[in-house]
């Protein structure tokens, strides 16, 4: 195999061109084809923490990358009315409290709320009591045995900007871009993708090709007709919206989702503005009363006409097939909620490098590669629907999320928890033990009782380690600067008009 094949540019084609660049150092041919004619669907602006192995990866500066991308920082993500009107909670990144000999700290803390004994759970996280705070720092490798040592962030920027600052860096390493709308597609008889035909009569031809094309999936459905498991029974939004407004402070270093009739609200803050946007179903809106409820719960002025979208929850149900591979949209859509859009692209484009093929495409390498993706998108999907399932709010839309049956293996992680407040990280799924501890929580599903081993200690050793877990943060919390601050010395973007 010597050349690769990009179709579509946007988030998911630059972000695959830049870490394929960077990694086969002319090993390979990488090109790229783009049109400029057809737009391209920004894929999230909002960021997790495992983005930082693919900007390792590609060695990219994190502050010219913020600066380039009017970025800012991520602690978490904030759920406002999820379980109710009124009722907030933030999922953290990172650690929670400490670990106290053999359990975790929320168990301490479940006896501890038994009695109540026991603050608000947000207060036991750096993360969640820094974001509610606006504060933010880089965590200090110096100070491991401080929570300041343990600070999780990712990012927030522009979508756009983004595409453009990693189109920059493939186009440093080798990368080729091609300027054309595909007017057609050549199949060998094998079967196999042999070319693409541009709309000026130009043919490229690759070995193998990526599909990044979006919605559509020109190469993966298109053309292989592989067909797609549609999970809209699950998540029933097939609607968004996405509008920016200016820039209000303070400047959060969280996302906020917020729920709405017949979906959810959210909002991402950057330096030069904020993205707005409403995921919803259709069957309980239509979109001019969605464009009116969106506009209504701007925070600033409205800088743009909000941009329709039209989706079907799922996934391909071969993400690789033949000689292509589906990332990005092509791949399929979980709707952003927490906001693995960008990491779907990644690790997709780092398992396939590790899978790579060489002189064929033996059928058990491709079937792996189909097996991890699976597992990774249904683990994903689960901790999705977990939110819309843990609702108290009226409505037929939030009924239809409360009732509906559950897939197994959510179903089967509620059911643990549920006892005694146990969860397991099965193999390399993307969320954490504490990711799905505080939706858990903060979707008000209180376990009936807590670790037996938590009778180890007494009430007093237990409320003694959480004043201090909370008291050490505190202290932390006095030292760190504001987000804003942070921001203004740290990346400061330049304007835009």
Request: charged fraction near 25%; include cysteine; glycine fraction near 8%.
């Amino acid at each position: 195999m010597r050349k690769i094949l990009i179709v579509g540019g946007g988030t998911g084609g630059w972000m695959t061109a830049a870490l394929m660049g960077k990694l086969f150092q002319g090993l390979y041919d990488v090109e790229l084809v783009e049109s400029e004619a057809i737009g391209t669907v920004g894929v999230g602006e909002a960021t997790i923490p495992a983005i930082k192995k693919y900007n390792e990866l590609v060695q990219l500066d994190e502050v010219e990358f913020m600066k380039r991308t009017q970025g800012t920082f991520k602690l978490g993500i904030q759920f406002r009315d999820w379980v109710r009107p009124g009722h907030t909670y933030v999922h953290g990144f990172g650690i929670i409290g400490q670990d106290w000999e053999w359990l975790r700290c929320h168990q301490y803390w479940l006896r501890a709320n038994q009695r109540g004994r026991a603050k608000d759970f947000a207060k036991y996280s750096i993360n969640t009591a820094a974001a509610l705070a606006n504060k933010f720092m880089h965590a200090r490798a110096d100070m491991a045995d401080s929570p300041i040592g343990h600070i999780a962030h990712a990012f927030h920027f522009d979508a756009s900007l983004y595409a453009k600052y990693l189109r920059g860096l493939a186009e440093q390493h080798g990368v080729a871009r091609m300027e054309g709308r595909i007017v057609d597609v050549g199949v060998r008889d094998s079967g196999d993708i042999a070319s693409v035909t541009l709309e000026n009569g130009q043919v490229l031809e690759a070995d193998f090709f990526i599909d990044c094309s979006g919605f559509r999936g020109l190469l993966i459905e298109q053309t292989l007709k592989t067909g797609y498991d549609d999970w809209s029974h699950w998540l029933p939004c097939d609607r968004a919206m996405a509008v920016p407004c200016a820039r209000t402070s303070p400047l959060t270093p969280y996302t906020r989702s917020t729920a709405r009739d017949p979906g959810w609200q959210w909002r991402i803050p950057l330096q030069h503005r904020t993205g707005n946007g409403l995921v919803y179903s259709s069957k309980h809106i239509d979109d001019d009363a969605a464009e009116k409820l969106l506009l209504a719960n701007l925070d600033g002025k409205q800088l743009a006409n909000p941009n329709r979208l039209r989706f079907t929850s799922g996934k391909r149900r071969k993400m690789w097939n033949r000689n292509c591979v589906a990332l990005g949209l092509s791949a399929g859509f979980l709707e952003p909620l927490e906001s693995t859009s960008i990491h779907l692209v990644q690790s997709a484009a780092i398992r396939l490098i590790r899978l790579l093929p060489d002189e064929r495409t033996d059928q058990a390498t491709i079937d792996e590669f189909n097996r991890q993706s699976d597992f990774e998108w249904e683990r994903i999907r689960d901790f999705i629907v977990l939110h819309y399932w843990a609702n108290q709010r009226d409505g037929d839309f939030w009924k239809y999320c409360r009732e509906m049956e559950l897939p197994r293996t959510l179903q089967q992680k509620i059911d643990v928890w549920r006892t005694n407040g146990r969860v397991f990280r099965e193999n390399d799924e993307l969320f954490n033990e504490e990711s799905w501890i505080q939706v858990f929580l903060g979707q008000g599903i209180v376990p009936e009782s807590y670790d037996p081993l938590v009778a180890i200690k007494s009430d007093p050793q237990i409320e003694q380690f959480l004043g201090n877990i909370t008291a050490t943060i505190d202290r932390c919390l006095d030292v760190m600067p504001s987000h804003d601050d942070y921001v203004r010395k740290y990346c400061p973007a330049e304007p835009v008009a």
